[in-house]
Structures are given as structure tokens and as C-alpha cells.
């Protein structure tokens, strides 16, 4: 499975961005998929993920209530809506797929190379 991740960019706090991650293979929409953030000097964290049948999703704390994850079988695409962004949401966004539900960091099987996000105050 490659995964190809696009969306990012600069932009204002308050502001809103939407990833998009786009899986080749028939077998992508058998995989749960997680996003995960990379920010300067912090670990990979966990922001959330959607099970395979998109009925099903997990969020971070603390983005919960302003970042929606969704995905489009037809497309073979999974959408991070990012709302409400912060400085803090700084980092760069990777995608990821497991069989696993809910997904772990640890345990993932195929990451793409990620976009950048970046929030200014």
C-alpha cells in the first residue's frame, strides 16, 4: 500500500485545513487509517483514525471537538478537517494504515512521507 498525504500549508490561528490521504491497492479500503502529527522537538503523536468501514473513529483530546476524520471508499481517500486550528497544531501530518482497530503508532504498516502544517499566532 503507498500513501500519498496533501493539504497542508500555512495557515492564520482560527483558521481551517483539510488533508487528504490517497492509498493505491485494491486493499487500502480494508485497512484502518491513522493520522499522526510530528512537531519540533515532541514525539509522533496519535491524532485519530477511522476503521475500515468508516463507522468508527478515535480522536486525540486534543483535537477533539475541532479536527473530523472521514473517508471516501470511492476515492480510495481518507480526509483529516482540521477547524479551529491552534500554533500548537504545528507539525507535520502523516497518514498510516493497520488492520487494527483502534490504530497504535507502534503498530502501523505503511506511513506516507507526510505534509506540513503550519499555524501562525
Known amino acids: 500500500v503507498q500513501l500519498v498525504e496533501s493539504g497542508g500549508g500555512l495557515v492564520q490561528a482560527g483558521g481551517s485545513l483539510r488533508l487528504s490521504c490517497a492509498g493505491s491497492?485494491?486493499?487500502?479500503?480494508?485497512?484502518?487509517v491513522g493520522w499522526f502529527c510530528h512537531a519540533p522537538g515532541k514525539e509522533r503523536e496519535f491524532v485519530a483514525d477511522?476503521?475500515?468501514?468508516?463507522?468508527?473513529?478515535n480522536y486525540a483530546d486534543s483535537v477533539k471537538g475541532r479536527f473530523i476524520i472521514t473517508r471516501d471508499s470511492a476515492k480510495n481517500t481518507v480526509y483529516l478537517q482540521m477547524n479551529s486550528l491552534k500554533p500548537e497544531d504545528t507539525a507535520v501530518y502523516y497518514c498510516?494504515?493497520?488492520?487494527?482497530?483502534?490504530?497504535?503508532?507502534?503498530?502501523?504498516?505503511?506511513w506516507g512521507k507526510g505534509t506540513l502544517v503550519i499555524v501562525s499566532s
Open positions: 491497492g485494491r486493499t487500502f479500503n480494508n485497512y484502518v
Open positions: 498510516a494504515v493497520e488492520r487494527r482497530f483502534p490504530s497504535s503508532l507502534s503498530g502501523m504498516d505503511y
Open positions: 477511522i476503521s475500515w468501514n468508516g463507522r468508527v473513529t
